[in-house]
Nanobody, 123 residues
Framework: QVQLVESGGAVVQPGSSLKLSCAHS????????WGWYRQTPGADRELVAV??????????NITDSVKGRFTISVDRAKRILFLDMNDLKPEDTAVYYC??????????????WGQGTQVTVSS
């Protein structure tokens, strides 16, 4: 059973920092891809940062709009995914969702989502 619970969202001023956490209560497998997406009203959910199973630097994909400001990391022992967000901008305002993708077969992938946490950047 996969259950993802995000936390850390808040209302902050531009230039501030926040750290989001995603706790996974179930088992974590070496094939799991873990990442963060965000969504604003009326828009599609967009990828923010994702980490492949190896967790190495070259396995991380971060969207251009947050490169240099956001960092994704994972504590596999504690089964927690983090998103460090620095120099926040009003356009970062969104609901942030934790996502876990688990390959089941060569053609099937299970896709799990958390409930989301609101980040609002406003002066």
């Amino acid at each position: 059973q996969v259950q993802l619970v995000e936390s850390g969202g808040a209302v902050v001023q531009p230039g501030s920092s926040l750290k989001l956490s995603c706790a996974h209560s179930g088992s974590l497998f070496s094939v799991d891809n873990w990442g963060w997406y965000r969504q604003t009203p009326g828009a599609d959910r967009e990828l923010v940062a994702v980490m492949s199973p190896s967790g190495s630097a070259n396995s991380i994909n971060i969207t251009d709009s947050v490169k240099g400001r956001f960092t994704i990391s994972v504590d596999r022992a504690k089964r927690i995914l983090f998103l460090d967000m620095n120099d926040l901008k009003p356009e970062d305002t969104a609901v942030y969702y934790c996502n876990l993708r688990r390959p089941l077969t060569p053609t099937q992938t299970a896709n799990y989502w958390g409930q989301g946490t609101q980040v609002t950047v406003s002066s």
